[in-house]
């Protein structure tokens, strides 16, 4: 393998002919074709072909998943075919394939993962009927979407649901959607978001009906982008899996050449962990990690065969050394809330566009057409704008503003105008357009009380900044906050550590 991940030319001979096989629907064609794709570009020579069939679980529509057999009910039918040496490869979904390795096959490689998160459609005519029944009906047939989804979307969904149910749907990922948009009685659907991205942005003359008919129905659907936070994703969503015949080492180098390493180890752990609850389809147990500069996030919701609750978010600091203090020391003590400013709305006229809010005070008093995109900064901010009525597109979960949203597949190119205080941090992200300041903050008069703190967790870069003024000790302290604008501004006057979550933190400087 040369350093561009080429084979050697002496090789090229042996590989006149590849066959990548996968599955034959809409999807499983794309991601095998984005496979070949990579290979022919870091080896023009090779000649790529396919061979797609149904598996199993395409070909029985009638069980629920969880009721199917647990070993692969979408893999295991290309297992012969590689063994024989019928075709190099096989392409997969990897959460479609068992958490149980073979000795005969083996996983050696992935493409760069999609979004990890799913997304729920819900029909814009059946909408308002929905709310004024106190009821919205969900196609899912996902026992971790209906576990983790039923509480948290009472509490985002504008409106006064009593009630959020779930009903078993099957099909290709176009078959659902088309099934919600038949139906008289489900108001919605949820489908992993890397699907409906990857079927929108495939190229080729074969898959422009499906998007003409997909794209129509979407038009007429409000769109949710459920955060990982509350919503784990099954275990390696969004990640593809290129398996092959163990001890076939020339497509093994081959395959190192696209293999994206980053994914594979986040998959890998995902994976592990799910194994340690028994792994399978039929369990409400969601994990998905997410890997960045300032260390790794892992979430976790499951409720498992053995009566098992798990509800957690961890944080592996990319710092080697964090310092530890005592509760007396940290500020803010935990379950209280301090403050700094207070805050004046301004009447400011709000543009057309998407918005992107940064608190729920930036989001002027009104009404707001439900199909206007919205996009907060966490979840607090989201539950805050529902109760107001407004339906959100989704959230960055608190990872800052360069956290991509991912939302160019499903709606083109976006302008976002940022809605902030007058002060607000531009920050450097470019598609977040303008920053219009909706509110003034006003410096209270009497500020918290900050003698002889050591550890400061902050949420606010301008907080920080008047504490600072009026505490100039505490630049010699400990200061941590989350990624994002606050880390931008604090690490320009003291040294800052990273921690997505105040409680991350606490737990970890208080050990």
């Known amino acids: 393998m040369d350093p561009q991940g080429r084979i050697p030319p002496i090789w090229v001979g042996r590989f006149v002919?590849?066959?990548?096989?996968?599955?034959?629907?809409?999807?499983?064609?794309?991601?095998?074709?984005?496979?070949?794709?990579?290979?022919?570009?870091?080896?023009?020579?090779?000649?790529?072909?396919?061979?797609?069939?149904?598996?199993?679980?395409?070909?029985?529509?009638?069980?629920?998943?969880?009721?199917?057999?647990?070993?692969?009910?979408?893999?295991?039918?290309?297992?012969?075919?590689?063994?024989?040496?019928?075709?190099?490869?096989?392409?997969?979904?990897?959460?479609?394939?068992?958490?149980?390795?073979?000795?005969?096959?083996?996983?050696?490689?992935?493409?760069?993962?999609?979004?990890?998160?799913?997304?729920?459609?819900?029909?814009?005519?059946?909408?308002?009927?929905?709310?004024?029944?106190?009821?919205?009906?969900?196609?899912?047939?996902?026992?971790?979407?209906?576990?983790?989804?039923?509480?948290?979307?009472?509490?985002?969904?504008?409106?006064?649901?009593?009630?959020?149910?779930?009903?078993?749907?099957?099909?290709?990922?176009?078959?659902?959607?088309?099934?919600?948009?038949?139906?008289?009685?489900?108001?919605?659907?949820?489908?992993?978001?890397?699907?409906?991205?990857?079927?929108?942005?495939?190229?080729?003359?074969?898959?422009?009906?499906?998007?003409?008919?997909?794209?129509?129905?979407?038009?007429?659907?409000?769109?949710?982008?459920?955060?990982?936070?509350?919503?784990?994703?099954?275990?390696?969503?969004?990640?593809?899996?290129?398996?092959?015949?163990?001890?076939?080492?020339?497509?093994?180098?081959?395959?190192?050449?696209?293999?994206?390493?980053?994914?594979?180890s986040e998959v890998r752990e995902e994976r592990k962990r799910l194994k340690e609850y028994g792994g399978g389809c039929h369990q409400k147990v969601g994990i998905s990690v997410r890997v960045r500069d300032y260390g790794e996030i892992v979430y976790t919701r499951a409720f498992t065969d053995q009566n098992i609750k798990v509800d957690k978010v961890e944080f592996y600091s990319a710092t080697q050394k964090i310092s530890k203090a005592t509760l007396k020391n940290i500020f803010p003590e935990p379950g209280v809330r301090a403050q700094f400013f207070r805050r004046e709305a301004l009447d400011i006229d709000i543009p057309p566009g998407p918005l992107w809010v940064s608190k729920?005070?930036?989001?002027?008093?009104?009404?707001?057409?439900?199909?206007?995109?919205?996009?907060?900064?966490?979840?607090?901010?989201?539950?805050?704008?529902?109760?107001?009525?407004?339906?959100?597109?989704?959230?960055?979960?608190?990872?800052?503003?360069?956290?991509?949203?991912?939302?160019?597949?499903?709606f083109g190119p976006l302008k976002w105008t940022k809605l902030s205080h007058t002060e607000g941090h531009q920050g450097q992200i470019k598609s977040l357009g303008k920053i219009l300041g909706t509110y003034k903050l006003i410096p209270l008069k009497t500020l918290p009380d900050l003698q002889n703190k050591t550890h400061f967790y902050w949420t606010s870069g301008s907080s920080f900044l008047l504490a600072l003024k009026a505490y100039p000790e505490i630049k010699k302290a400990h200061h941590f906050c989350g990624p994002g604008n606050t880390y931008e501004i604090i690490s320009k006057e003291v040294p800052v550590t990273i921690f997505p979550k105040y409680e991350q933190w606490k737990e970890a400087i208080l050990k």
């Open 17 to 264: 002919r590849i066959i990548i096989a996968s599955r034959k629907s809409d999807l499983a064609r794309i991601q095998a074709q984005s496979v070949g794709e990579a290979l022919k570009k870091k080896n023009p020579e090779l000649k790529i072909e396919y061979n797609f069939r149904e598996s199993l679980g395409d070909k029985n529509l009638q069980d629920p998943l969880w009721k199917m057999p647990e070993k692969g009910v979408f893999t295991q039918d290309f297992y012969d075919d590689l063994i024989s040496s019928k075709v190099d490869m096989v392409v997969h979904s990897w959460k479609d394939l068992p958490i149980e390795e073979r000795s005969e096959t083996q996983i050696v490689a992935t493409l760069p993962r999609a979004d990890q998160r799913d997304l729920l459609l819900v029909k814009k005519s059946s909408w308002e009927g929905a709310k004024a029944h106190r009821e919205l009906k969900v196609f899912s047939s996902s026992p971790r979407r209906a576990y983790n989804l039923e509480g948290f979307l009472r509490e985002v969904l504008p409106g006064d649901f009593e009630n959020v149910s779930f009903e078993s749907v099957r099909g290709n990922v176009p078959t659902r959607v088309q099934k919600l948009n038949a139906s008289d009685s489900v108001h919605g659907l949820i489908v992993a978001k890397a699907a409906i991205d990857r079927l929108l942005s495939a190229q080729g003359q074969e898959y422009l009906k499906m998007q003409r008919e997909l794209r129509e129905v979407l038009k007429n659907c409000l769109v949710m982008v459920l955060p990982l936070e509350k919503n784990p994703s099954a275990a390696a969503q969004g990640a593809l899996a290129i398996e092959i015949k163990t001890g076939r080492q020339e497509i093994l180098q081959l395959l190192e050449g696209i293999n994206c390493k980053k994914t594979f």
């Open 360 to 410: 729920d005070e930036a989001l002027p008093d009104g009404v707001v057409p439900q199909d206007r995109l919205i996009w907060v900064s966490g979840i607090e901010t989201w539950k805050k704008l529902a109760k107001r009525g407004v339906w959100v597109t989704g959230c960055n979960e608190g990872l800052g503003e360069s956290e991509a949203n991912h939302l160019e597949d499903l």
